[in-house]
């Protein structure tokens, strides 16, 4: 019985194995950046609108009010199960860093007893396997998992349509890359991973699974379009955050400041929900790795570090050297900004075009010079005598290297000494933040150990960010904040003179300064900073930090993610237009382009020959009144005329319409049919066979264009365009020439539709000032019938031919 399981589970694995991917394919699959800017033109845009269509429309008018109801529970139900795989996800993650970091250390501790050259190489070598293990798993693999991954889900999150960034081996890569890249030392973090961590559970979740490798389940394919995948993308992204800090209401604001571009108070509600269930699943494998299940995985691991019996108050005097933590972190934060350009350009254009193996070999020689770096540097250090021991502190001296807590006993010759580099540079970066956060240990670390740590660290992590393995910078980030914040603490101490001063908490302002600098972030930085240090009183001071750091890094160039969205070549849509698009309408941004229409009924031919020879995706469709006036009617997506001529079923014999009024007739789609896979681009032009008999065929596009697409005037101003198209996600919008007629003026009290009620007393919303002296607001010119404007060009179409 158990040999018969036993093989029927190896057959299992090699089917498994069997459908991954060679170098090849991976890299072209998975491809989840973009190599140049040229490629931009590669890059598809997300349906955020609803397309209003004849087939949406009979859909949508067979539910009634029990669907919709079901329909909200099952999307509090995908949030639950979000919450839920992204909490295991990163419970998973962070027991096996820790595990293999605790062995790691412990090994080589037990061997650098007998000899420091046998510890020094079996540490190497341990870090160097690795991280082997997490590049192999990315260039072999999943070549999208590279990376922090968010400046991919922001622009997905922005309308951007990135091949391979949400599917279900970029969600094992990322996993099992980060437990190789973290556990092997490198100078990187494991938070910006779990962000795309989440995203892709919450993906994966909304289509169902991955049917590539037969994980998927029908009853879970309940959101099949871009804007319901959207919504829970950003849940996913709220419950990585949440996952890696413990912070939820961190993960909440981290979504709504820094990655989304659309919000509604829905939405809210559910990736708050998301986040408090993440933060039980988190503190449930918390309590039960209390109880000694979790091997080396102890009170350290989850990214908190409790100061809240540091410094309980401050005195006006230290607000200065507050200050100028801030504006150190503004410039350290913009010159990381600066060099990680400068060192993923030289990447992208001399390194990385060499292939696969050389993003190995990169990836193997930089954790070997970490390696040596973290175990030589601290033989360097002479080590000092342990303080007096504290009866009421929980500190002790010296603990074993790969221990959780202070003052490291390395390469010491007494028993009662420690080596206060190896405190932070020979330990786990979870740990040494730890160190450096600890309040009621002052003069733990001398000025010299901490520049040089400061130094080796900064340059190890503009080197390490861009490898091909992920990599987070908000730990990273913190280590150096923190370094040079503690530094300033340094000094603060030995000029005030003051007992109440603690440097650990000069530590925590220097890691939210830097990560103001680098990132740019406000508000969710600053809560989730107070959430995972357990103390409110340091509100104030820290919201003082980052209001200056971020002011002195705009001053040079943009945040870490925005910048790193733009070497990759992702459009994003920022929140605010440019300045020229002030002087610019909306007709000049069309240029010269000529625009490709489509009549009602088209000939199959014509559709085939449209499709071949552009890559637009969107087309406007044109009907004649009985006039022969010529009329626009709708839009027709390229994805939905590839769909009716995959499926043939709506093919005619006849040039005329099937109904003169449109789209009356009986449906053949359902409008699910018409939604794009996630794991794919869907079908293409040349994966459709046509026999000649179809070629001279006709469709009528009336029952499956969208009717009501947003129109804008030529003369309207391109900032005004701009603000549209991003708050609304739209993906088209068409430039018409003025209108001659109008046929109503819509103004909020139009838009306040009131249910019937029989008591009109009771109705909710009803001004007796504005009922009671209605007076006439629309303005009646022409008549109902009046026709609609002809189409003068096509914005975002674009002008040089991109299919966006």
Known sequence: MLSNHFQNGMETARF?????????????????????????????????????????????????????????GVKWFFALLIGIGTGLAAVFINISVENFAGWKFALTFNIIQKSYLAGCLIYILIN?????????????????????????????????????????????????????????????????????????????????????????????QGFKSDRDRRDLVTCGCAAGVAAAFRAPVGGVLFALEEVTSWWRSQLMWRVFF????????????????????????????????????????????????????????????????????YVTRWRRNYLHKKGSRIKIYEACLISVITSVISFGLPLLRKCSPC??????????????????????????????????????????????????FSA?????????????????????????????????????????????????????????????????TYALLGAASFLGGSMRMTVSLCVIMVEITNNLKLLPLIMLVLLISKAVGDAFNEGLYEEQARLKGIPLLESRPKYEMRKMTARE???????????????????????????????????????????VIGIMLRSHLLVLL?????????????????????????????????????????????????????????????????????????????????QLGLRHIFVVPRASHVIGVITRKDLLIEEESDDSATMELQSTSVRGQRREERLLVGNADAERPLLNGLLVQDQNHTPW
């Open 16 to 72: 498994v194995w069997s459908r991954l991917p060679h170098s090849e394919e991976g890299e072209l699959e998975g491809a989840g950046l973009l190599s140049s800017t040229s490629n931009k033109n590669c890059v598809e845009s997300l349906d955020y609108e609803v397309l209003e269509n004849y087939a949406y429309r009979e859909e949508q008018a067979q539910r009634g009010k029990l669907y919709v109801g079901f329909n909200v």
């Open 128 to 220: 160097l396997a690795l991280v082997f293990s997490s590049v192999y798993i990315i260039t072999q693999f999943a070549p999208a998992a590279a990376g922090s991954g968010i400046p991919e889900i922001k622009g997905y999150l922005n309308g951007i349509d990135i091949p391979g960034i949400l599917l279900f081996r970029t969600l094992i890569g990322k996993i099992f890359g980060s437990i190789g890249s973290v556990g092997g030392g490198l100078a990187l973090g494991k938070e910006g991973p779990l962000v795309h961590t989440g995203a892709c559970i919450a993906s994966l979740l909304g289509q169902g699974g991955s049917t590539k490798y037969h994980l998927s389940s029908r009853w879970l």
């Open 274 to 341: 998301t986040s408090a269930i993440v933060a039980v699943v988190v503190r449930a494998a918390m309590g039960w790795c209390k109880s000694g299940n979790c091997g080396h995985f102890g009170s350290g691991g989850f990214i908190i570090w409790d100061i809240s019996d540091g410094q309980e108050d401050y005195s006006f005097e230290e607000l200065l050297p507050m200050a100028v933590i801030g504006v150190i972190g503004g410039l350290l934060g913009a010159l990381f900004n600066q060099l990680t350009i």
């Open 589 to 631: 941004a069309c240029g010269n382009q000529k625009v490709l229409s489509l009549p009602r009924v088209v000939k199959v031919a014509d559709v085939v020959s449209i499709l071949r020879c552009n890559k637009h995706n969107g087309f406007p469709v044109i009907d004649h009144t009985r006039n022969g006036e010529p009329l």
């Open 440 to 504: 009621k240990t002052i003069h733990e670390f001398s000025a010299q150990s901490l520049l040089t740590f400061l130094v080796m660290f900064y340059t190890l992590a503009v080197v390490t960010f861009g490898t091909a393995v992920p990599a987070g910078q908000f730990v990273p980030g913190i280590m150096i904040g923190s370094t040079y914040g503690r530094l300033v603490g340094i000094f603060t101490v030995n000029h005030y003179k003051k007992l109440n001063i603690e440097e650990g």
């Open 646 to 726: 995959q499926s043939k079923i709506d093919f005619q014999h006849s040039p005329l319409p099937c109904d003169p009024k449109g789209g009356s007739r009986a449906i053949r789609h359902n409008f699910s049919e018409f939604a794009k896979p996630v794991s794919s681009k869907g079908p293409s032009i040349n994966d459709i066979h046509l026999s000649s008999d179809d070629l001279e065929m006709y469709i009528d596009l009336a029952p499956f264009l969208n009717p009501s697409p947003y129109v804008v005037p030529e003369d309207m101003s391109l900032t005004k365009v701009y603000n549209l198209f991003r």
């Open 387 to 436: 303080p007096d021991s504290d009866p009421d502190s929980e500190i002790e001296c010296p603990r074993a290297p790969g221990m959780y807590g202070n003052y490291v006993n390395f390469y010491c010759s007494k028993d009662k000494e420690y080596n206060d580099l190896a405190t932070i540079f020979f330990n786990t970066q979870d740990d040494a933040i730890r160190n450096l």
